[in-house]
T-cell receptor
Framework: NAGVTQTPKFQVLKTGQSMTLQCAQD?????MSWYRQDPGMGLRLIHY???????DQGEVPNGYNVSRSTTEDFPLRLLSAAPSQTSVYFC???????????FGQGTRLTVV | GEDVEQSLFLSVREGDSSVINCTYT??????LYWYKQEPGAGLQLLTY?????DMKQDQRLTVLLNKKDKHLSLRIADTQTGDSAIYFC???????????FGSGTQLTVLP
């Protein structure tokens, strides 16, 4: 059982480049979320999804897009990378609203 | 995550008890969580408490909840070097009950 899988683990981008961070879960969870982790700021919610075809904005959505075409996958797209998007990104999933959230191992992104 | 507050650092000696504190804001939060993050890894759920409970104990971990003051604490008994990590408290809030995290407390266990 793989749980929540994020790829890539590390990425360096130039300012203005676009890319997609992948997240997949094999637990048939309805809820999926993307967070960014910055020093001293904990995890901040970027976007989330409560089911296939449904997405919504979190606390810091600007500069990011998401889609949820299947239950398993929840990719995060950076449209035009900026140095302020240098961070560690975590994807999480949970079975329902009040249940445990399972986290991926994270993607460390550096924008130069 | 600024609405959920934690101190950033805590140091304890091996064998002592650690107490990590957290204050939250949403009085309607139904579940409150403690997550552990080891270096270079994702977050792992340590324990959680339902809002109608005052205390929950799980082996070396004790969670105390004061709903009146919106204060949550995690006590780790007999702290070991393997407990060195960042500890996050989190509450579920909002219509979609998304997790909101504190800034994390870096626990350092000294020999």
């Amino acid at each position: 059982n793989a749980g929540v899988t994020q790829t890539p683990k590390f990425q360096v981008l130039k300012t203005g480049q676009s890319m997609t961070l992948q997240c997949a879960q094999d637990m048939n969870h309805e809820y999926m979320s993307w967070y960014r982790q910055d020093p001293g700021m904990g995890l901040r919610l970027i976007h989330y999804s409560v089911g296939a075809g449904i997405t919504d904005q979190g606390e810091v959505p600007n500069g990011y897009n998401v889609s949820r075409s299947t239950t398993e996958d929840f990719p995060l797209r950076l449209l035009s990378a900026a140095p302020s998007q240098t961070s560690v990104y975590f994807c999480a999933s949970s079975r329902a609203r009040n249940t445990e959230a399972f986290f991926g191992q994270g993607t460390r992104l550096t924008v130069v | 995550g600024e609405d959920v507050e934690q101190s950033l650092f805590l140091s304890v000696r091996e064998g002592d008890s650690s107490v990590i504190n957290c204050t939250y804001t949403d009085s309607s939060s139904t579940y409150l969580y403690w997550y552990k993050q080891e270096p270079g890894a994702g977050l792992q759920l340590l324990t959680y408490i339902f809002s109608n409970m005052d205390m929950k104990q799980d082996q070396r971990l004790t969670v105390l909840l004061n709903k009146k003051d919106k204060h949550l604490s995690l006590r780790i008994a007999d702290t070991q070097t393997g407990d060195s990590a960042i500890y996050f408290c989190a509450e579920r809030r909002g219509s979609a009950r998304q997790l909101t995290f504190g800034s994390g407390t870096q626990l350092t266990v000294l020999p």
